[in-house]
């Protein structure tokens, strides 16, 4: 079992930026391959980032290099940066972790609104 404790969420206004963490302590933090979702009422849950365990980073078409996934093993912290946030990037954020099995965090809501 893999706990994913997530945070960094809040409001923002449009063009701003945040910084979400996922925390997974008490895991072999550095084997798993770490990424985030988002997810808006009504609508299925979304690809958004992912960064393998080697390193290696895949972002959905949307970020248009908005937005940075990065890890720190050391921490056992993932991380996802985003700049220049839109009122379509409002959605709550969950971290996953997943190897062979898939690990999900409580979610943290973002809104970007003026």
């Known amino acids: 079992q893999v706990q994913l404790v997530e945070s960094g969420g809040g409001l923002v206004q449009p063009g701003g930026s945040l910084r979400l963490s996922c925390a997974a302590p008490g895991s072999i933090f550095s084997i798993y391959d770490m990424g985030w979702y988002r997810q808006v009422p009504g609508k299925q849950r979304e690809f958004v980032a992912t960064?393998?365990?080697?390193?290696?980073?895949i972002y959905a078409e949307f970020v248009k290099g908005r937005f940075t996934i990065s890890r720190d093993n050391a921490k056992k912290t993932v991380y996802l940066q985003m700049n220049g946030l839109e009122p379509e990037d409002t959605a709550v954020y969950y971290c996953h972790a997943e190897r062979v099995y898939d690990y999900w965090g409580q979610g943290t809501q973002v809104t970007v609104s003026s």
């Open positions: 960064i393998t365990s080697a390193g290696s980073t």
